[in-house]
């Protein structure tokens, strides 16, 4: 039997079990090939990011004929009844970029660093954006994310208004398949609108389609942006840490990780025992309170 011709191609949008491929051709709607959906569902066996090899139909859509392997995927585990199932929110990020606002609302910076632990888990790199900067002055949004350089994340702070930078926003994005998260509010949808018109507004109607209940159909879906892609992430506010165990949330903290190894207990909680490292480095300043106690929370199993 003669195989079929097929050609790469990348998913841009998925909803209802119909995938938007990007392929060298434009853009081509797909639907799954039945031997794909074969055998036990542990997971979205196609996804928004997942690269795939796509044959051509005669009335012109496409079937999805493999789906190349993922070297990442932002996953959202989903406890049911015959098993955990694996909702992948994006495959293959290059990285997350989290979205706060320095005023208007304020930042819940534990939030953040919910997020943080989230990229951390799934091993994305992650980069802060901190915008609103005109609010506030540059020094106090530097009281506000000042914390985050020193343990390895970037901060970038953000003004629509002022347009400061807006320059180095669009280069840590382009070329890279980005994840961006942040709470409503934030300045999201007009940072992306200055950066590329018309994008923010297109990322907020997908956003809210998300948002409006259960009953509605899910879309996901990326968009291009100078040589990359961005899809937003309204799902990753829910995202739950159900799966992740309190003794191994240390290792998410990158400046508590190689602490660790120095508590005088190896099961240290690094709240009460002595000998603890961690408690010894937050008292000396070295671990800031902030983050300490955000670990503490976290650990807890509370927001």
């Not at 789906?67 to 959202?76: D, Y």
């Not at 098993?83 to 495959?91: E, F």
């Not at 802060?128 to 002055?137: E, P, T, Y």
């Not at 999201?188 to 259960?214: D, I, T, Y």
Request: neutral net charge; charged residues 20%; hydrophobic residues 40%.
């Amino acid at each position: 039997m003669p195989q079929t011709p097929t050609e790469p191609g990348l998913i841009l949008r998925a909803q209802s079990g119909f995938f938007t491929v990007e392929t060298a051709h434009g853009p081509l709607t797909c639907r799954l090939r039945g031997r794909l959906k074969r055998g036990p569902r542990l997971g979205d066996i196609a996804a928004i990011g997942d690269r795939v090899q796509v044959s051509r139909l005669p009335d012109g859509t496409g079937m999805i004929e493999a789906i190349e392997p993922r070297a990442r995927a932002l996953v959202r585990l989903d406890p049911r009844p015959q098993g955990v199932y694996q909702q992948v929110l994006l495959a293959n990020p290059d990285q997350a970029v989290f979205v706060f606002a320095c005023a208007q609302p304020q930042p819940r910076l534990r939030m953040l660093d919910r997020f943080l632990v989230i990229a951390e888990k799934q091993g994305l790199p992650a980069i802060i954006v901190a915008n609103k900067v005109d609010l506030v002055g540059q020094e106090q949004a530097e009281r506000l994310f000042g914390l985050y350089p020193p343990i390895g994340y970037r901060v970038i702070y953000t003004s629509v208004k002022s347009g400061q930078g807006l320059d180095d926003l669009r280069q840590a994005l382009g070329g890279k398949i980005s994840a961006l998260a942040g709470p409503s509010g934030v300045g999201k949808s007009s940072l992306l609108n200055a950066l590329q018109p018309g994008l923010g507004l297109a990322v907020r109607e997908v956003s809210q389609a998300v948002n409006k209940g259960r009953h509605t159909t899910t879309v996901r879906q990326m968009f291009p942006f100078d040589g990359g892609y961005v899809a937003d992430m309204p799902g990753l506010r829910s995202l739950a840490l159900w799966d992740t165990e309190p003794e191994e949330m240390d290792a998410y903290f990158p400046e508590i990780a190689p602490l660790v190894a120095h508590c005088q207990f190896s099961d240290c909680t690094h709240q009460s025992e002595p000998g603890c490292a961690v408690r010894a480095a937050v008292e000396a300043g070295e671990v800031s309170q902030e983050r300490y106690e955000s670990y503490l929370r976290l650990r807890a199993g509370e927001e």
